[in-house]
């Protein structure tokens, strides 16, 4: 999770890109969620701030 820094490309607007930046984000949120819920298993409440306030950053 720490090596996704945002979307694939973003400053290129090039329609090659979208398909590629929409599977990464995907990706990401899928294993968010994932995240998400072991930390909510854990206990573990300050990663799951800073997951969350990562996908926020997303507009996710």
Same mark, same amino acid.
């Given at each position: 999770? @720490? #090596?996704? $820094? &945002?979307?694939?490309? =973003?400053?290129? @607007? *090039? /329609?090659? *890109?979208? %398909? $590629?930046?929409?599977?990464?984000?995907?990706?990401?949120? %899928?294993? *968010?969620?994932?995240?998400? @819920? &072991?930390? *909510? !298993? %854990? =206990?573990? !409440? %300050? !990663?799951?701030? @800073? /997951? $969350?306030?990562?996908?926020?950053?997303? &507009? #996710?």
């Amino acid at each position: 999770m @720490e #090596h996704y $820094t &945002g979307r694939y490309l =973003g400053d290129l @607007e *090039a /329609l090659w *890109a979208e %398909s $590629t930046r929409l599977r990464l984000e995907e990706l990401f949120l %899928s294993a *968010a969620v994932v995240l998400q @819920e &072991g930390y *909510a !298993k %854990s =206990g573990d !409440k %300050s !990663k799951a701030r @800073e /997951l $969350t306030r990562r996908c926020a950053q997303m &507009g #996710h």
